[in-house]
Nanobody
Framework: QVQLVESGGGLVQAGGYLRLSCAAS????????MRWYRQAPGNQRELVAG???????NYADSVKGRFTISRDNVKNMVYLQMNSLKPEDTAVYYC??????????????WGQGTQVTVST
């Protein structure tokens, strides 16, 4: 069983910052790509940022220059540093990972989400 647990969400004023963390635990071989998604009320879940095991990154246009994704392959963690937050960044943020199990099959895993609320 593999678990992804997010932390670091909360309430912040516009212009402020938050750092989200996601820790992977359980029995697995390795974690390939890791991503952060978000979903605001009434909206579809959207990709915010992704990072490969080799630390190649990609970002949604709406967060480029403000958010930074990083990871620690030893600790099996992924982070999202969010600066210059805007009210439109308000959403539940989800961690997602491509987990290679001990059987060498790859499975898509999701965390339970963490709420980020940006006030005006």
């Amino acid at each position: 069983q593999v678990q992804l647990v997010e932390s670091g969400g909360g309430l912040v004023q516009a212009g402020g910052y938050l750092r989200l963390s996601c820790a992977a635990s359980g029995s697995f071989f390795v974690i390939n790509a890791m991503r952060w998604y978000r979903q605001a009320p009434g909206n579809q879940r959207e990709l915010v940022a992704g990072i490969t095991r080799g630390h190649n990154t990609n970002y949604a246009d709406s967060v480029k220059g403000r958010f930074t994704i990083s990871r620690d392959n030893v600790k099996n963690m992924v982070y999202l540093q969010m600066n210059s937050l805007k009210p439109e960044d308000t959403a539940v943020y989800y961690c997602n990972a491509d987990v290679v199990l001990t059987t060498r099959s790859q499975v898509d895993h999701w965390g339970q989400g963490t709420q980020v609320t940006v006030s005006t």
